[in-house]
């Protein structure tokens, strides 16, 4: 059975005071018992996250990591699966969007951080998505079959046992323009039917999430279609309360 999971992606905000009370607020929310909820925040916030959410529930991860496998050595300014584990990280965040946009994450790029995350005991969560130009060309589910098979012909399908894809159209991101819970349904069903082909079980037990303007007011509709199973938020994930009514819509 594929448990619900809701996942901040704070992206490039906040500040020490941000973070300890956006914490702090999460914390006295009531969260779903049986929903997974975490953040991941910059890097330089990782570690005061772990202090102050430790043994509440909630996981952290970090939003990227290194490609190189290496624990350590001399990689200016970059930041190791060892060292996110350091830091009891669950999650980490592989080929969103804007990293694949800014910072040239190829798909090999991205298959070869899933690998070193995983490597290390982190899941990943895996971000796919169309732009709109794709969406309109009809092109959406052979650009996210291929997005996912990119990853899956390097890593096998035994390796999606301990991992998350998040289906993020990329005109949905930050721009209040939601897919409609019938858009997202579609793809989350082709992507589980990409996996299935490989293999039934995992494929049913893959907690696929939806990312794209996701608010309080529309995470209820999209939770309802049956194959999506959670988010990856940005925005609304920067606000506790307004975080933890879409956590609850998930359980
Ligand atoms: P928004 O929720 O701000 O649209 O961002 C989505 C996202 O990119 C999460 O990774």
Redesign the pocket.
């Known amino acids: 059975m594929r448990s619900p999971l809701v996942?901040g992606?704070w992206?490039m905000y906040g500040c020490t005071d941000d973070v300890r009370s956006l914490l702090e607020g999460l914390c006295k929310e009531e969260l779903p018992a049986k929903a997974g909820v975490a953040v991941c925040p910059p890097f330089p916030y990782i570690g005061f996250a772990q202090a102050l959410l430790a043994d509440t529930g909630i996981a952290w991860g970090a939003q990227n990591l290194c490609a190189n496998s290496a624990a350590e050595g001399a990689f200016t300014g970059e930041v190791s699966a060892s060292m996110l584990v350091d830091m009891k990280c669950r999650y980490v965040?592989v080929g969103?969007?804007?990293r694949r946009t800014y910072y040239h994450d190829t798909d090999d790029l991205v298959a070869e951080k899933f690998i070193n995350a995983q490597s290390t005991g982190l899941e990943p969560i895996l971000?796919v998505g169309e732009n709109l130009e794709q969406r309109e060309a009809g092109e959406t589910l052979a650009f996210v079959e291929q997005q996912i098979l990119a990853v899956l012909d390097k890593v096998g399908i035994e390796a999606f046992e301990k991992a998350v894809i998040?289906y993020?159209p990329i005109w949905?991101?930050?721009?209040?323009r939601?897919a409609s819970p019938e858009q997202a349904q579609e793809v989350h069903a082709h992507i589980r039917s990409v996996l299935a082909k490989k293999d039934e079980l995992i494929a049913d037990n893959m907690s696929l999430l939806y990312?794209?303007?996701?608010?309080a007011e529309n995470a209820a509709q999209l939770f309802a279609k049956p194959d999506i199973d959670g988010?990856?938020?940005?925005?609304?994930?920067l606000k506790a309360a307004d975080f933890a009514a879409i956590c609850r819509a998930a359980e």
Do not use: R
């Not at 949905?172 to 209040?176: E, Q, R, V």
């Not at 990312?211 to 608010?215: A, D, E, H, L, N």
């Open positions: 996942v992606n992206k965040i969103h969007s804007e971000c998040a993020e949905a991101i930050g721009t209040g939601t990312g794209g303007s996701v608010k988010a990856l938020v940005g925005g609304a994930s």
